[in-house]
């Protein structure tokens, strides 16, 4: 496995990779690499000829007061998961082989960023939209890794992909999980002992709001408040949604047909968890 810590050594290292005809994936991660991560990579390498891992903690998709100073940085640990995962190339790029001009987001993100995610955290999607269409131009992948467990990013990137016509396939790969139903994430490391047992309120609410829906319920305040209140009784969290949208516009939406998404955003002591469920399917 190589690792390039620079966009020269990515130039000098990627046409070894790109042999005619070969396919060539990318997962791009902010490292802290769980299980979740590992699972995209299985899925990478499984499907693709080529794959690099980019691992880099993008300033731009941090707001004021988030934790991109405290976010975890565990490289040596991530390049031992990649390597044996049977990675071809890590790429951990500088600030300044990602941002030349300074850290700051340049591209507008498609109408699907704004609610949920969007209005609790103005200027993230700009951060990731800004990152990931870089990490594209620099790897020009055929193929591109996301996870459902950001399921409005995998919205915001299918859209980026569709109006700038890039030739990249996404796949979205299944959220993975705890036993106790808690989706990995690198935040998770984040909570205390109390709070990782609370933490299981999101995954518990997602699966009450869709039984609610496969029992009939049509009423999208009344699946919100049953979700809110289970998660309210859970824990003393804050909630900042917990929410039934369109999985295509990331809109409310009157739950009279599924598909439609279950999504809820909650604090708990100092750290934000999101989850989400597809109800139905996918059109
Ligand atoms: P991050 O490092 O948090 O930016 O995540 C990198 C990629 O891993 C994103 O596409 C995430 O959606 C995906 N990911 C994070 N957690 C999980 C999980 N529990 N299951 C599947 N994919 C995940």
Do not use: W
């Not at 005809?21 to 899925?43: C, D, F, K, N, Q």
């Not at 935040?187 to 709001?209: F, K, V």
């Not at 295509?248 to 599924?258: I, W």
């Amino acid at each position: 496995m190589h690792v390039s810590s620079t966009l020269q050594d990515l130039r000098l290292t990627l046409p070894k990779l790109r042999a005619v005809g070969t396919t060539l994936g990318v997962v791009p991660t902010m490292g802290a690499l769980h299980e979740g991560h590992m699972s995209l990579i299985e899925y990478a390498v499984n499907r693709c000829d080529s794959v690099v891992v980019s691992i880099f903690v993008n300033p731009t998709q941090f707001g004021p007061g988030e934790d991109y100073r405290d976010y975890p940085r565990e490289l040596d640990r991530d390049l031992a998961k990649c390597r044996s995962a049977r990675v071809e190339l890590v790429y951990t790029p500088n600030i300044s082989d990602m941002y030349p001009a300074g850290a700051r987001a340049s591209i507008t993100p498609p109408p699907v960023a704004e609610p949920l995610e969007g209005l609790c955290r103005p200027g993230h999607f700009a951060g990731v939209c800004t990152v990931v269409h870089e990490l594209f131009r620099q790897i020009k992948p055929d193929l591109a890794f996301f996870g459902q467990k950001d399921a409005q990013q995998t919205a915001v990137i299918a859209a980026l992909i569709e109006t700038r016509r890039l030739p990249i396939q996404l796949v979205i790969c299944p959220t993975v999980r705890t036993e106790d139903g808690l989706a990995l994430s690198s935040r998770n490391a984040y909570l205390s002992p109390s709070e990782r047992m609370q933490a299981t309120c999101l995954a518990r609410a997602l699966a009450l709001g869709r039984q609610l829906v496969m029992d009939g319920e049509r009423r999208r305040a009344t699946i919100e408040r049953a979700m809110v209140e289970l998660i309210q009784q859970a824990a003393p969290a804050r909630i900042d949604y917990a929410a039934v949208v369109s999985p295509t516009t990331y809109l409310s939406l009157d739950p009279s047909e599924p598909p439609l998404m279950l999504a809820v955003a909650v604090h708990l002591g100092q750290t934000r968890l999101i989850d989400n469920c597809l109800v139905g399917q996918h059109p």
